[in-house]
């Protein structure tokens, strides 16, 4: 079955700089590829997915980039603000409409943002 | 739209009780999830519902866990005889099968303790 690799487990950046989180997947046949973020006492939300027919997306401060070749994809968080710090889940899925699949989730980094 | 809706989200019980979770899910979303998180394992996929039908339960831990799913509105995890190993947070997902659209919502969550 599917197995997702994240990586650092924690993550400390100054205010305005860049943090950049890294996934790995081991099953090929994955399409699906969401980003979130889980604050503290909260449950995890959606900040951002991509699929395997696009290399990158962009949502304002916050990207995500795909090697499917490579079989991983990586979360960008650019001019980071103390509003960010929260533990962040990748995920990876063969679900794609009524073919519902499995979520496998990575176990989670931990970013922290100082100002 | 209210979002996913989970009760209760505090529970302390003592070894041996029953527990019942229950979950909401949002109006439209033909799939339910129920996921466990703890430290050590991160979030783990307990059992997950398609129009009311548990589609694949092979995350439950053991016979002391069951999930019922009698109506499109609600839906309940059960442990009897709860045991302190269970202690962790218990997260209810939705999701619509709109072609395209397979993200999940989480709910707060319910934090359970066993004594």
């Known amino acids: 079955g599917e197995n997702v690799e994240q990586h650092p487990s924690t993550l400390s950046v100054q205010e305005g700089d860049s943090a950049v989180i890294k996934c790995t997947y081991s099953?090929?046949?994955?399409?699906?590829f969401p980003w979130y973020k889980q604050e503290l006492g909260k449950g995890p939300q959606l900040i951002i997915d991509i699929r395997s027919n696009v290399g990158e997306k962009k949502d304002q401060r916050i990207a995500v980039t795909l090697n499917k070749t490579a079989k991983h994809f990586s979360l960008h968080i650019t001019e980071t603000q103390p509003e960010d710090s929260a533990v962040y889940f990748c995920?990876?899925?063969?679900?794609?409409?009524?073919?519902?699949?499995?979520?496998?989730f990575g176990k989670g980094t931990k970013l922290s943002v100082k100002p | 739209d209210a979002g996913v809706i989970q009760s209760p989200r505090h529970e302390v019980t003592e070894m041996g009780q029953e527990v019942t979770l229950r979950c909401k899910p949002i109006?439209?979303?033909?799939?339910l999830f129920w996921y466990r998180q703890t430290m050590m394992r991160g979030l783990e996929l307990l059992i997950y519902f398609n129009n009311n039908v548990p589609i694949d339960d092979s995350g439950m831990p053991e016979d002391r866990f069951s999930a019922k799913m009698p109506n499109a509105s609600f839906s309940t995890l059960k442990i009897q005889p709860s045991e302190p190993r269970d202690s962790a947070v218990y997260f209810c997902a939705s999701s619509p099968t709109r072609r395209g659209t397979d993200t999940q919502y989480f709910g707060p969550g319910t934090r359970l303790t066993v004594l």
């Open positions: 995920a990876a899925s063969r679900g794609y409409g009524g073919s519902q699949g499995n979520l496998i």
């Open positions: 099953d090929s046949a994955s399409n699906y």
């Open positions: 109006s439209g979303h033909d799939y």
